[in-house]
């Protein structure tokens, strides 16, 4: 069992920046495939950015360059870095654990990002 939930999510002007968070509860990530995904108005939800401690790191081309995802442990938090927002960015961010073993798939409650002039 794993709870996720997401945080800094706001509003911002093109060229900003900001730094969301994903905070897990009840158990570690541990051997899993952990991700950031967006959902924007109208659009299919798109994954942005996923994370392994074997595999690395992997972006979608839209992303890549700008954000940045990382894994802290020994806080059970998974972050996404976004710098140089653009007015597409705007969505509905949610973090996303997979366990390989089980298989065992969980989602937060999303987080908002807007970004406008």
Not at 9 to 26: D, K, T
Not at 45 to 74: C, M, Q, W
Not at 104 to 117: E, H, K, N
Request: net charge positive; proline share 3%.
């Amino acid at each position: 069992q794993l709870q996720l939930v997401e945080s800094g999510g706001g509003l911002v002007q093109p060229g900003g920046s900001l730094r969301l968070s994903c905070l897990a509860s009840g158990s570690g990530f541990g051997m899993s495939v952990v991700g950031w995904y967006r959902q924007a108005p109208g659009k299919q939800r798109e994954r942005l950015a996923t994370i392994t401690s074997g595999s690395g790191t992997n972006y979608a081309d839209s992303v890549k360059g700008r954000f940045t995802i990382s894994l802290d442990n020994a806080k059970n938090t998974v972050y996404l870095q976004m710098d140089n927002l653009k007015p597409e960015d705007t969505g509905v961010y949610y973090c996303n654990v997979y366990r390989i073993i089980g298989r065992d798939d969980y989602w937060g409650q999303g987080t908002q990002v807007t970004v406008s002039s």
